[in-house]
């Protein structure tokens, strides 16, 4: 995931968080009502302490389940997803000397002409050549994930027996630092390994990766009960197990891309003007000045011959 893509996702992450810290609201007497407290907490919670009651009366081993089997069902998803994301990775490495050029004339650019000209061009040189301008990430996961993540926070937050729940000494219902740190640790090691097999330049690219989505995850996890911390962390280790998975992948992969590359060779992308030298701009003006001229002057012979 490209650092553009991470700071979309970090704001939707954040509002989600207030919104659902304010949207279930209380009545005179302490007790919580609304949509999301009745059609998404209450379900929860019934669910929670059913899992909890045959695993031994352990809520913290029934968070962890219900991560278990929403992860395992979007595990195809996800990995199918990471597969086109690496898909594209490659095709952005073939692609990067022309990209290069392209952003130097971008930065050096003196009019707003030059500056449009040098975004279509590679805005062309992305379509021609069948590259994703998100880099082949999409928000399904995530949307997916959104409805679950509005159900174990309302569950957690608003009962009282969740809420008081213990599981390894970790209160469920409050905020936890060691699950905070552990999320730290097993997103850092997942942003480790997905850089493994990359280039040099590639991984200069995704340096970034290692620090941003690490520190984005721990913060929600900070700021949300530890109960729903817990599923991140869960999410974690099946992340890195995904991961692990593109890592296998990535040598087919990359012949693949290969190949493709062979059969259907970079298209390079087309300027649309020529550079013109400073001499060449008062040439070309004087050169106008002067048709222009010419051609009133014929107006005004062609005016006076008609009196």
């Not at 907490?41 to 302490?49: E, G, I, K, N, S």
């Not at 278990?68 to 990995?79: A, D, G, K, N, S």
């Not at 608003?158 to 730290?184: C, D, H, Q, R, V």
Request: charged content about 15%; aromatic content about 8%; overall charge positive.
């Amino acid at each position: 995931m490209n650092r553009k893509k991470l700071s979309r996702l970090f704001p939707l992450f954040m509002v989600l968080v207030i919104f659902l810290s304010g949207c279930v609201r209380r009545t005179a007497n302490g007790k919580p009502y609304g949509w999301v407290y009745d059609n998404l907490a209450v379900p929860t919670q019934h669910l929670l302490f059913w899992l909890s009651q045959q695993l031994g009366n352990n809520l913290g081993w029934a968070i962890i389940l219900i991560t278990f089997i929403v992860r395992l069902i979007l595990m195809p998803v996800m990995i199918n997803q990471s597969r086109k994301s690496t898909i594209q990775q490659e095709k952005m490495a073939s692609i990067q000397p022309y990209m290069a050029e392209i952003q130097k004339r971008s930065k050096e650019a003196k009019t707003q002409d030059e500056q449009m000209e040098a975004n279509q061009e590679m805005m062309a040189l992305y379509k021609d050549n069948n590259i994703s301008m998100t880099g082949g990430i999409g928000c399904l996961p995530l949307l997916v994930q959104m409805p679950i993540f509005a159900a174990l926070y309302a569950a957690i937050q608003y009962s009282p027996e969740l809420s008081s729940s213990y599981f390894m000494g970790i209160n469920l219902g409050n905020k936890s630092f060691a699950l905070t740190a552990l999320t730290f640790v097993i997103y850092a090691a997942q942003g480790y390994m997905s850089m493994i097999g990359l280039s040099p330049e590639q991984k200069k690219q995704m340096q970034s990766m290692l620090l941003i989505s690490p520190i984005m995850t721990a913060g929600i996890t900070y700021v949300s009960p530890a109960g729903l911390g817990l599923y991140f962390f869960v999410g974690g280790i099946f992340a890195c197990l995904q991961t692990l998975v593109i890592i296998f992948m990535r040598p087919r992969i990359k012949k693949k891309v290969a190949a493709d590359l062979e059969e259907h060779p970079i298209k390079a992308p087309v300027r649309k003007t020529k550079p013109v030298t400073n001499d060449g701009e008062v040439e070309n003006k004087q050169a106008i000045m002067h048709n222009n001229n010419r051609q009133r002057n014929a107006g005004k012979q062609r005016h006076h011959n008609n009196e």
